[in-house]
C-alpha cells in the first residue's frame, strides 16, 4: 500500500526559506504529475506549483520567482523550495502525486506559518 508522507513545514519570519518534501512510500510510484496546493483559513484551496511529466513546471502568480518544485524519481519524492516567504504564504500545504496510469494519492498536510 503507498503512502504520501509530507514533510518540512513549519514556523518562520518573513523572508526566510522553507523546503517542503512529499514522498510516495510503501510500493515502487512512478510520479507522472506532481502538485502542491494550499488553503489559508477562510480561503479556497490554490494550486501552488505543479510539475508534468515532460518536468515542465507552472505555478501560480503570487509565487513565481520564489517557489521552485522539483522531482527525485530514485526517491519517489517531490519538493517545494520556498524562498523569500510572505506572511500571506502562510497555509496547509498539500501534494498530489499521479501515476502514469492515473492513479492519485494526496499528502496528510504541514502547516507553514510565516509571521512578520
Known amino acids: 500500500q503507498v503512502q504520501l508522507v509530507e514533510s518540512g513545514g513549519g514556523s518562520v519570519q518573513a523572508g526566510e526559506s522553507l523546503r517542503l518534501s512529499c514522498t510516495a512510500s510503501?510500493?515502487?510510484?512512478?510520479?507522472?504529475?506532481a502538485n502542491w496546493y494550499r488553503q489559508a483559513p477562510g480561503k479556497n484551496t490554490e494550486l501552488v506549483a505543479g510539475?508534468?511529466?515532460?518536468?515542465?513546471?507552472h505555478y501560480t502568480d503570487s509565487v513565481k520567482g520564489r517557489f521552485t518544485i522539483a522531482r527525485d524519481n530514485l526517491k519517489n519524492t517531490v519538493h517545494l523550495k520556498m524562498n523569500s516567504l510572505k506572511p500571506e504564504d502562510t497555509a496547509v500545504y498539500y501534494c498530489?502525486?499521479?501515476?502514469?496510469?492515473?492513479?492519485?494519492?494526496w499528502g496528510q498536510g504541514t502547516q507553514v506559518t510565516v509571521s512578520s
Open positions: 510539475i508534468r511529466s515532460d518536468d515542465s513546471t
Open positions: 498530489q502525486l499521479q501515476r502514469y496510469d492515473g492513479f492519485s494519492l
Open positions: 510503501g510500493r515502487s510510484f512512478n510520479i507522472s504529475v
